[in-house]
C-alpha cells in the first residue's frame, strides 16, 4: 500500500470509528474551548506539565490502534463540539524542521468543516530562516483562519516581534505570556516589557500560560489567579481591549467557568477531554 494509500484509509477509518464521547462533557461550554494538539515526529502526543522527553502517543481506542494518530485525535475533538484549535509543533519548538507535511493535513482536514479557528506555535524566535516565512506565507495566504503564535519563551527580545514574515500582521498573530510554576518564563524581556509590547502593537489575542500546570488535570487556584494578575496588570495600562486566553489543569466545566470568571475569553483544553492516558 503506498504512503497516500495508507493516510486516505485512516481517514476514512478515523472518521467512521471516532472516540465517542468523552462521559461528563457534556456540560462544558464548548464554545470557550480550543482543542490543543501537541505533535512530535507526525504524532499526536499528550503534553504533561511541559517535560517534552517524556511525552508519549494520544490513545483513543481500547487496542491503541489509533495511538498518534492526528487525524483521530482531530476527529475525536470535533465529534465533541470543539471548533477552535490551538496546534503546537514541538519538534519546531525544540529548534528542528517544523512538521509541515502533518501541519497541512491537519488544516486540510480542519478546512473542510467550515467555522474553524485556528493557532500554531512553531516555537518562533525572530531567527528564521526564508523557507519557514515561505511556507507560513502560504499556509497564511491559503488558511485565512489560522494565526501564529509569538511567545515570551521562544521570542530573544521585543524586536525578535518585529521579524515575522509580512502575512503575519497583529490581526494574525496570538502572543503568549508563557510561565513555569508562577515564574515568568521568558529570554529576556520582563512581563511588563512584554505586556508594553502587546498594548503598542494593538495585539489582540493573548495567552496566559503556566507550562508547569499543562496535562496535569490538576485544577488548583493558582492558575486563574495568575490570569487575574495579569489581565489587572495590562488593564491599568488602559491599552486596547484583548481577548485572552488559558488553561492547563482544566478539569471540568467548573474549571472552565472558573477561567471565564477570572477573565479569560476562552481555554485550552487536552487531557480533560480524552480517554485516560496512563
Same mark, same amino acid.
Given at each position: ?31 470557550? *474551548? ?59 519548538? *525544540? ?10 493535513? /491537519? ?12 493557532? /500554531? ?43 515575522? *514574515? ?60 495568575? *490570569? ?51
Amino acid at each position: 500500500m503506498s504512503g497516500g494509500d495508507a493516510k486516505t484509509t485512516e481517514d476514512q477509518r478515523t472518521q467512521a470509528d471516532a472516540a465517542a464521547p468523552v462521559p461528563g462533557t457534556a456540560s462544558w461550554d464548548l464554545t470557550r *474551548c480550543v482543542a490543543v494538539l501537541d505533535l512530535a515526529d507526525h504524532q499526536a502526543v499528550h503534553a504533561v506539565a511541559g517535560h517534552r522527553e517524556s511525552y508519549r502517543p494520544i490513545r483513543l481506542s481500547a487496542d491503541a490502534s489509533d495511538a498518534g494518530s492526528v487525524i483521530a485525535l482531530t476527529d475525536h475533538y470535533l465529534r465533541l463540539g470543539l471548533r477552535q484549535f490551538y496546534l503546537a509543533d514541538l519538534d519546531s519548538l *525544540c529548534g528542528h524542521e517544523p512538521q509541515w507535511p502533518t501541519l497541512r493535513r /491537519i488544516l486540510r482536514h480542519l478546512a473542510i468543516q467550515g467555522g474553524i479557528r485556528g493557532w /500554531i506555535d512553531l516555537g518562533w524566535t525572530g531567527q528564521e530562516p526564508p523557507e519557514i516565512h515561505s511556507e507560513v506565507s502560504r499556509i497564511s495566504r491559503q488558511y485565512g483562519w489560522v494565526r501564529w503564535v509569538m511567545a515570551s519563551e521562544s521570542l530573544a527580545n521585543v524586536d525578535a516581534l518585529q521579524k515575522r *514574515c509580512p502575512p503575519i500582521g497583529t490581526d494574525r498573530m496570538v502572543f503568549s505570556f508563557d510561565f513555569r510554576g508562577g515564574e515568568f518564563w521568558s529570554r529576556g524581556p520582563s512581563l511588563q516589557q512584554w505586556l508594553e509590547t502587546v498594548q503598542q502593537q494593538s495585539i489582540d489575542t493573548a495567552i496566559i500560560l503556566d507550562v508547569a500546570q499543562v496535562g496535569t488535570a490538576s485544577g488548583g487556584s493558582d492558575p486563574m489567579q495568575l *490570569c487575574r494578575d495579569v489581565i489587572g496588570q495590562y488593564q491599568t495600562m488602559g491599552g486596547p481591549a484583548v481577548r485572552w486566553i488559558s488553561g492547563g489543569g482544566v478539569r471540568n466545566a467548573d474549571d472552565v467557568r472558573n477561567f471565564v470568571d477570572a477573565g479569560c475569553d476562552a481555554v485550552l483544553v487536552a487531557t480533560a477531554m480524552l480517554p485516560p492516558q496512563d
